[in-house]
Nanobody
């Protein structure tokens, strides 16, 4: 499975960006998908995740209300809408896919995922 993230860039504080992650797999609609981010010198951290059916979404507590994850299974794509961006949101954003069976968890650790995209840089200026 190949994941291609895009949509990053430079934005002023308070602005918005939408990231996209396109998957090459024909079974994308079976995958639990997630977004993570990694700032310089820090560990990769959970941002949001979404079930294959889109019925449930999960967010890092600090980001709930500003970020929205969604997916379009017909386009094999997952999105991350980011609003009211802050300088501390500056990071490389990664999408990830879980091919293993998903149970009831929200899957918020890097070990929960099997495939990773290359990352897209988001820089928020103050």
């Amino acid at each position: 499975v190949q994941l291609q993230a895009s949509g990053g860039g430079l934005v002023q504080a308070g602005g918005s960006l939408t990231l996209s992650c396109a998957a090459s797999s024909r079974t994308f609609n079976n995958y639990f998908m997630g977004w993570f981010r990694q700032a310089p010198g820090q560990d990769r951290e959970f941002v949001a995740s979404i079930r294959a059916s889109s019925r449930s979404t999960y967010y890092a507590d600090a980001l709930r209300g500003r970020f929205t994850i969604s997916r379009d299974n017909a386009k094999n794509t997952v999105y991350l809408q980011m609003n009211s961006l802050k300088p501390e949101d500056t990071a490389v954003y990664y999408c990830a896919a879980r091919a293993r069976t998903a149970t009831s968890g929200r899957y918020y650790t890097t070990d929960d995922y099997d495939y990773w995209g290359q990352g897209t840089q988001v820089t928020v200026s103050s």
